[in-house]
């Protein structure tokens, strides 16, 4: 009996997306991702605290997390729309609803950063620079509570994460491993 391959179809979409919760690494990998691939890297959370001239910290006290919502969405749109040969590295919320999500597949290629809520508390409960992850009254949480958190975020957003294109563990891997097998990936799909 004639086997037949299946082949994946050229796909001409040139945007890369990162997605995935705080902590998984979009920000370190994007940018070696970039290079690597020869495409540019835009940080969109770098590019909120540019426009506004202030941290994300500072944004969400000052203003709160509808504020940053809206700038974040706004700014996702403009720079995806004259983007070419990109990856945007995305907040760990940003396609936490249903219309970005629906937003970056339509534009790009998303590709989802994964790793376990243990791998998350342990690379973020020294950090104090998401906002996200303090309580009502802006304090740093920390042991059960953080952990009680982060597990809230994440069931939340899963839904919306497992929709990407590719998603990659992350967890144990050395930086390059993920680099090699994404570009592996991306290159089999993408229009030179
Ligand atoms: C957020 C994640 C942060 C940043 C903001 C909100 C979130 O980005 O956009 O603090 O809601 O998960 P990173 O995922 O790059 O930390």
Do not use: C, W
């Not at 506004?52 to 709160?64: A, P, T």
């Not at 609803?97 to 376990?116: E, F, P, S, W």
């Amino acid at each position: 009996m004639e086997e037949r391959v299946k082949k994946q179809s050229p796909d001409t979409r040139r945007i890369i997306y990162l997605i995935g919760f705080m902590g998984s690494g979009k920000s370190t990998i994007g940018p070696i991702l970039a290079n690597t691939m020869g495409y540019s890297f835009v940080d969109l959370d770098s590019a909120i605290e540019f426009r506004e001239g202030k941290k994300i910290n500072e944004i969400f006290s000052e203003h709160g997390e509808q504020f940053f919502r809206t700038i974040e969405r706004t700014l996702l749109e403009e720079i995806a729309t004259s983007a070419d040969k990109t990856i945007i590295s995305l907040g760990g919320g940003t396609i936490a609803n249903d219309d970005a999500l629906r937003y970056v597949k339509a534009t790009g290629i998303v590709v989802y950063l994964k790793i376990t809520e243990e791998q998350i508390y342990k690379r973020l409960h020294t950090k104090g620079d998401r906002p996200m992850l303090r309580d009502e009254n802006g304090n740093l949480l920390n042991g059960e509570p953080l952990m009680a958190k982060i597990r809230s975020l994440l069931d939340k957003r899963t839904p919306f994460y497992d929709q990407a294109d590719i998603i990659m563990h992350t967890d144990d891997k050395k930086i390059g491993m993920t680099i090699d097998e994404l570009t592996k990936q991306l290159r089999s799909i993408i229009t030179p």
